[in-house]
Structure formats: structure tokens, C-alpha cells
């Protein structure tokens, strides 16, 4: 499925979508339904309280990494660092969680809403070099409508 197409299916079904949580659930289903390489999909969002991300939503397995501590794996790095971050291959990273021992590489692309980093899309594939710039575009477009429709 192209991305503009895609875009467009998830723009339509969190359109209608009144609570936050559920919305973010569809666009993790679609995308993990609808990309090859995209084996498991979540949306991780700060904590009001706290310097750590509180994982709101996902598709695929069940982890343990329900909260993560800002700086701690490329999702802490990203709540810092405000920028995407697209690891190749996740077994030469030196902050990396290990998530699942299939995962392979990661992509991780900041929400933001009225400019401020509110949580990030992460993405793990099986595949090494799994994902592209052109991945870092078509995510921040998506979390772009994340932001328009549900915060």
C-alpha cells in the first residue's frame, strides 16, 4: 500500500475516534497490518509527572518496557534528543533495551504537539537496515495526524 493511501486510511478511521488510547491502537493495527517490516508498532507518551515514557499503545508481542526512563534505549534518547533515530542493526547499539531477540533494528520518531515532545512512535523490525529516511517521513506524517485528531 502506498504511503499516501495509507496515510489516508488511518487519517479516516482516527478521524471519528473520540478517546486518545483507542485511536492510537488503530494506527499501530494499520501499520502493523499494512508494512511487511513492521513487526511490532507502539506509542510510547511522557508521564505528567515523571522523566519517563509510559507505553500507551502497541501492536505485535507483549513486552515488559511499559515505562522507560528518559535517556534509558533509543526511546529515552529520542524523549531527550527531540530526533528521529533509526538504528540499523540494534545489536551494535550501546543503549539499546532488548525488547524481544528477534528485533533486529528500530525506529523511533518523536510526537509532538504545539512543538513540545509529548511521546514517539517505536517501531522494531526482524530485518537489519529495516527502515529509511523515507520511514522517518512517512512516521512523522502519521504522528503529525496523531496530533491533529487526538491530543
Known amino acids: 500500500m502506498k504511503t499516501d493511501s495509507l496515510l489516508a486510511k488511518i487519517?479516516?478511521?482516527?478521524?471519528?475516534?473520540?478517546?486518545?488510547?483507542?485511536?492510537?491502537q488503530l494506527i499501530c493495527q494499520i501499520l502493523y497490518d499494512c508494512i511487511d517490516n513492521y513487526d511490532w508498532?507502539?506509542?510510547?507518551?511522557?508521564?505528567?509527572e515523571k522523566k519517563e515514557?509510559?507505553?500507551?499503545?502497541?501492536?505485535?508481542?507483549?513486552?515488559?518496557?511499559?515505562?522507560?526512563?528518559?535517556?534509558?534505549?533509543?526511546?529515552?534518547?529520542v524523549a531527550l534528543s527531540n530526533k528521529n533515530f533509526i538504528v540499523d542493526d540494534v545489536s551494535v547499539q550501546d543503549n539499546y533495551i532488548a525488547c524481544n531477540l528477534d528485533v533486529k533494528s528500530e525506529i523511533v520518531i518523536p510526537l509532538f504537539v504545539n512543538d513540545i515532545n509529548i511521546g514517539q512512535i517505536d517501531i522494531d523490525?526482524?530485518?537489519?537496515?529495516?527502515?529509511?529516511?523515507?520511514?522517518?517521513?512517512?512516521?512523522?506524517?502519521v504522528n503529525c495526524l496523531a496530533a491533529k485528531h487526538l491530543f
Not at 41 to 48: E, F, M, R, T
Not at 53 to 77: D, M, R, W
Not at 125 to 141: C, G, P, R, Y
Request: hydrophobic share 35%; with cysteine; aromatic share 12%.
Open 11 to 24: 487519517e479516516a478511521k482516527i478521524f471519528s475516534v473520540i478517546d486518545q488510547k483507542e485511536g492510537l
Open 53 to 77: 515514557l509510559v507505553l500507551h499503545a502497541y501492536y505485535g508481542e507483549s513486552t515488559e518496557h511499559t515505562n522507560i526512563p528518559f535517556g534509558k534505549g533509543i526511546c529515552g534518547q
Open 125 to 141: 523490525s526482524h530485518q537489519l537496515k529495516a527502515f529509511t529516511e523515507k520511514d522517518a517521513a512517512f512516521l512523522t506524517q
Open 41 to 48: 508498532v507502539g506509542y510510547y507518551l511522557h508521564h505528567p
